[in-house]
């Protein structure tokens, strides 16, 4: 199945955003609901070996969108068992311009046993965007062994790279390395960016790395932080990121 | 000293850069006292910076700093991993850096002390770091270290024989130490401290200074060692008895 | 020149006798060791493993790409004047070293281990394209870009800077590991051979993926290029290089 849904912004009355376009297209479902903010409802099961998926975003400058998702998504091996599984793919675009702010934090991608998947992500930022990127990956349901996951994510602020990380799961000699994952079952990231001192989230931590078990608040060489974070399981790393968010967003 | 002291900043530096003093020895023996002790006496009339190598923490630099005998960011503190003798011998890069960049920010200097991590008889700097070393040693090792030799204690350009407060204490003869030493290091000079009792070390200062003014009157740039002695015909420079060093008569 | 020559400066660059400051750092490993996480052979084994398919592959891209670039402006006289601005490039593909390296600590830690080695590169081999590159990224180039460049100085090809790289990635923390843990030395060495394949396929990945400006051809440009060099992070020797910089007792820089 090949789908590319396409979510845009515009600058609406009275400084609010309309959404200019919303362009569902199954199994990515999109439904607003409220100013400025949409959910991802997947609509079928996967994606499965075999999609090929695509979301655009567009936050045009000086608007504000929020992007969440009702559960999260379970990537399946294709519907040819027996067979060597196809890969399945799913790719996000968002362009955020100037004096725009994205928060996009879906609930976390599940890694079935079998599965091939292709993540990629791909930000482009005004230099005064702010930014809430949160990514969390699980390795397998409980008790299960993940299958292959490659995921590219590639952040760059006014035509400079700030964040350029893949992950590769699925390869039991490197998942377990204590230099990769370690023991951990669960990987995320939060990618932060935006002027200190900016009113609604509070202001951005400067600097110094900040540290807690589990979780880092990293300064970037760029514009911006990186929370990252490993845990034994997905409501965990859930907590790890959020306390390395808020230590990275002092309200 | 006022007077020279104006000299020296007016006049062009032959050599366009600091004196580097190596101050090496065992674990324990006073190297970090003795910076100290050269930081109070000197801290006044030379333009003064200090590196030190330390094992295991930065315990001499923040010694130093604690101890309030040079402004604190003229102190900086390289790590071995492991090897304090490879980071002054062997490979000196980080240690070159340090110097160069105190030299970059605080210059012109007259004189860089670097402080070796305590290790053993054999452990001397490369030329490429140190212009001039002083190797420390202490009497509580037993009165035999000067005549077990190593290139530490017979090749350095001074060579200081610390707490001599203990001597009565363990035992040692000041006499057969300053006797052996002299055998084995061909005339070049040999002083006794105790820094504990003089906390400026007046001897070794005066002879420190010696061989800042050769280095700054562009003496000092031959090979050193075997009698030649070029760098140092500072007022320090009397080998031999103990008691000429300072008041403490050796018992 | 038919057959490819051999260069004997890749020893000379790979080595862990260069004296550019290489044995002050642990690449995680003295963290590592002290989380417990590395104790003994078979997890250092592991720990290398994912070290040297993560930030070493990395960095053998980076230092191809180094290396390219070194030799394209050393042919091109682009190497930048010697008084003027700096060449074009080297700021750009050190930015990308940044760019994939999330944790402060580790990329400081690079950075002084790449300005070491541009010292005493420039002292061995001087040529003013390292000149060029000191001045263009003044607090001091990445270590793998200051390595690449220093081997496309040195003569050597991108797949062999590469080589150096993934080599210098997982010696170093080996080195370290036998000095903390008392490890047989040998036992290590041979959980080094073992990694030959490896350290091989990351050096013709690494030079597969290098490319200078004038290797490019138009539209594209060497910076799209080095965008899509690989990019694998490790959380957790992000995790540790922080946790080690806070350490109150710790032997290696890093
Ligand atoms: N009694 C006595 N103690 C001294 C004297 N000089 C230094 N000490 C003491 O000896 C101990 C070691 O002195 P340091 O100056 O730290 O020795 P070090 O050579 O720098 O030691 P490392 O750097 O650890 O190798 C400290 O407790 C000093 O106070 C002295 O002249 N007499
Ligand atoms: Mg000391």
Same mark, same amino acid.
């Given at each position: 199945m090949t789908a590319r849904a396409v979510l845009a912004t515009a600058p609406g009355p009275g400084g609010r955003t309309v959404l200019a376009t919303m362009r569902s297209a199954p199994p990515i479902t999109l439904r607003r609901t409220g100013p400025g903010q949409v959910y991802l409802v997947a $609509?079928?099961? *996967?994606?499965?070996?075999g999609d090929d998926l695509a979301l655009d975003i567009d936050v045009a400058p000086g608007t504000a969108l929020d992007v969440r998702s009702v559960a999260s998504t379970l990537v399946l091996p294709g519907p040819?068992?027996? !067979?060597a599984p196809e890969e399945s793919s799913m790719t996000i675009t968002a362009r955020i311009g100037a004096g725009a702010s994205l928060r996009f934090a879906p609930e976390p991608t599940v890694l079935a046993a079998g599965c091939r998947h292709r993540m990629t992500v791909r930000l482009e930022l005004a230099p005064d965007a702010r930014v809430l990127w949160r990514e969390e990956i699980v390795f *397998?349901?409980? +008790?299960e062994a993940p299958g292959r996951c490659r995921t590219r994510f590639d952040a760059v602020v006014g035509g400079r790279p700030l964040l350029r990380q893949e992950f590769t799961v699925g390869d039991p000699a490197i998942d377990a390395s204590p230099a990769v994952?370690?023991?951990?079952?669960c990987v995320g990231g939060t990618l932060i960016t935006g002027?200190?001192? $900016?009113? +609604? !989230?509070g202001s951005l931590l400067a600097g110094e790395a900040v540290i807690g078990d589990g979780w880092a608040v990293l300064p970037l060489a760029g514009p911006g932080v990186l929370v990252s974070a490993l845990a034994p399981d997905a409501a965990g790393l859930r907590r790890r990121l959020e306390r390395g968010e808020t230590a990275a967003l002092p309200r | 000293m006022g007077a020279d002291h104006d000299d020296r900043h007016h006049a062009p530096h032959p050599h366009g850069r600091a004196l580097r003093l190596g101050v090496g020895g065992p674990v324990g023996s006073g190297k970090t006292a003795l910076t100290a002790a050269l930081c109070r006496a000197l801290g006044r009339t030379l333009r003064l910076a200090v590196v030190t190598n330390d094992i295991y923490t930065t315990e001499d630099a923040d010694f130093l700093r604690r101890a309030g005998?040079?402004?604190?960011?003229?102190i900086a503190a390289v790590q071995t991993g492991c090897c304090p003798h490879t980071a002054i011998r062997d490979d000196i890069a980080a240690n070159l850096d340090a110097v160069e960049t105190l030299e970059e920010r605080?210059?012109?200097?007259?004189l860089v002390i670097v402080e070796s991590g305590g290790d053993n008889l054999t452990a001397t700097f490369s030329r490429g770091l140190a212009d001039r070393q002083i190797f420390v040693l202490d009497v509580s090792g037993g009165d035999k270290v000067p005549r077990k030799g190593g290139p530490g204690v017979t090749t350095a350009d001074l060579l200081v024989i610390n707490k001599t407060d203990l001597a009565p204490m363990v035992g040692a003869d000041l006499t057969v130490m300053s006797r052996d030493a002299a055998a084995v290091r061909e005339g070049r000079p040999v002083l006794f401290t105790s820094i504990r009792q003089e906390p400026e070390a007046h001897a070794v200062a005066e002879w420190v200074i010696g061989v800042v003014e050769a280095w700054a009157h562009g003496h000092g740039t031959g090979p050193r060692g075997h009698g030649h002695d070029s760098g140092s015909p500072g007022?320090?420079?009397?080998?031999? @008895?103990?008691?000429? @060093?300072?008041d403490h008569t050796p018992v | 020149m038919s057959a490819p020559s051999l260069n004997a400066a890749l020893l000379l660059l790979a080595d862990?006798?260069?004296?550019? &400051? &290489?044995?002050?750092?642990?690449g995680g490993a003295e963290a590592a060791i002290a989380a417990g996480a590395v104790r003994d052979l078979p997890t250092l084994a592991a720990f290398l493993r994912g070290r040297l398919a993560t930030s070493g592959l990395v960095a053998a891209c980076l230092a191809a790409s180094a290396c390219a670039l070194a030799a394209s402006s050393a042919g091109s006289g682009t190497a930048g004047d010697p008084a003027g601005a700096p060449p074009g490039g080297w700021a750009e593909l050190d930015a990308e070293a940044g760019a994939r390296t999330a944790s402060p600590a580790q990329r400081e830690a690079s950075r002084v281990q790449g300005r070491l080695l541009l010292r005493t590169a420039r002292r061995i081999w001087p040529s003013p394209v390292l000149d060029g590159l000191a001045r263009a990224v003044p607090e001091g180039a990445h270590h793998p870009v200051a390595l690449g460049a220093a081997a496309g100085v040195a003569g050597c090809a991108p797949g062999e800077a590469a080589l150096a790289a993934a080599y210098a990635a997982v010696t170093g923390p080996a080195t370290a590991a036998v000095r903390l843990l008392g490890l047989d030395p040998v036992a290590v060495h041979r959980l080094l051979a073992d990694l030959a394949p490896d350290l091989e396929r990351a050096a013709s990945t690494g030079s597969g993926a290098a490319a200078s400006p004038a290797s490019v051809p138009p539209p594209r440009t060497a910076a799209s290029v080095w965008a899509e060099l690989p990019a694998h992070s490790a959380p957790a020797l992000d995790l540790l290089a922080e946790r080690h910089l806070r350490a109150g007792l710790r032997l290696f820089v890093s």
């Open positions: $609509t079928a099961a *996967g994606p499965l070996g040819r068992p027996g !067979s *397998g349901r409980y +008790g994952y370690g023991d951990a079952r002027p200190p001192g $900016t009113a +609604g !989230s | 005998v040079l402004d604190p960011g003229r605080f210059g012109p200097l007259d007022p320090g420079h009397r080998a031999g @008895s103990p008691g000429h @060093s300072h | 862990s006798r260069l004296p550019a &400051g &290489g044995h002050g750092h642990s």
